[in-house]
């Protein structure tokens, strides 16, 4: 029944019709963030690897592709994680499908961006990282924003397999101890960082309160709940080769990540981080709340870059993709 998943089976997004691409434009921002303690680094692969894969970043019309609709045409609405790995298995609590199709991308899905708003906004004080994923994944369906999720085939006790919800207590306290450089990457990021002293200030009250009885974090427990939600989980193979990060704004599109793997021979991989996708959970989030609505984006974006700092050595050079008519904006 739970067969693997192999990419570019007929039926998958290469053979539907082509949709008219947008002009857009990649952009180095910067050769690596400089901060984090993670096992993931850049340094650990053949240079000519590494060219390759610039040159597909910054040089293949293909490195964007749609997000998916589903059979009955609809926009995939859900999102997964920036994880690089292909997947093996997408399935929901009653049903496995047959390929895995293309949707919005950032660390953790909404519920991990949406638990980071929570404690951004101040909203989370008292509450273990458990009940404030708990929350998030509630907030979502009471607003009616769609959400998905990822494990893998090495997870095992408490773990989801998805490092963005498994070391949600790491990036807490990362978020802090790198607070200056994250700060100065979101000030490239995003010309108005109104809030961002508040933002940082409850991330502070989180990680300092007193969590001594509080009972031990699961990230299995927070996937168990977006899998009883009915959500669509993707479990990714192999190991994490990512090399590259790239930050998308072209709305309605995503990083295609197949493409990374493809061309270098499953040598490379890249995380994809759709920030389109994050300003529609902070806007959905707080409808007509234009100031929390930039609290929240603050908030995702911190959570972000704590993400990467735990994951990789702060060493991936991070590529912009945005829409021509948008350069310099």
């Known amino acids: 029944m739970e067969k693997p998943v192999p990419e570019g089976l007929p039926g998958d997004n290469e053979t539907r019709e082509p949709l008219a691409r947008p002009s857009f434009n990649v952009t180095r921002i910067s050769e690596g963030f400089a901060f984090g303690h993670g096992n993931i680094s850049a340094q650990e692969e053949d240079p000519e690897i590494l060219a390759l894969v610039d040159d597909t970043i910054h040089n293949s019309p293909d490195i964007l592709v749609p997000v998916d609709k589903t059979d009955d045409g609809q926009k995939l609405e859900d999102d997964g994680c920036s994880d690089g790995r292909k997947a093996t298995l997408v399935f929901t609590a009653k049903e496995v499908f047959k390929r895995s199709l293309n949707r919005a991308k950032v660390f953790g899905g909404a519920v ?138 072209v709305r309605d599109h995503t990083v295609n990540q197949k493409l990374i793997r493809l061309v270098t021979g499953e040598r490379a991989q890249v995380f994809a981080v759709d920030i389109w996708r994050l300003e529609d959970i902070a806007i959905k989030s707080y409808p007509d709340q234009p100031a929390i609505q930039r609290k929240a984006l603050l908030s995702e974006l911190v959570y972000t870059l704590a993400v990467a700092a735990v994951l990789t050595k702060g060493d991936l050079p991070v590529d912009m993709i945005q829409e021509s008519s948008k350069q310099g904006v």
Not at 171 to 193: C, F, N, Q, W
């Open 112 to 249: 991990a961006m949406t638990a980071a708003t929570l404690i951004g906004l101040g909203k989370a004080h008292g509450k273990s990282l458990n009940m404030v994923f708990e929350k998030a994944k509630d907030t979502l369906v009471e607003k009616g924003i769609n959400f998905g999720g990822h494990t893998d085939e090495h997870a095992h006790g408490e773990d989801s397999g998805c490092g963005a919800i498994d070391r949600a207590p790491e990036a807490m306290v990362a978020s802090l101890k790198y607070e200056g450089p994250i700060r100065g990457v979101i000030s490239v990021l995003e010309d108005d960082t109104t809030g961002l002293d508040e933002v940082f200030a409850n991330f502070r009250r989180y990680v300092s309160s007193d969590t001594s009885t509080q009972p031990a974090y699961s990230g299995r427990k927070v996937m168990d709940g977006i899998v009883a939600a009915g959500k669509v989980v993707k479990k990714l193979g192999g190991e994490h080769r990512e090399r590259r990060i790239i930050l998308n704004k």
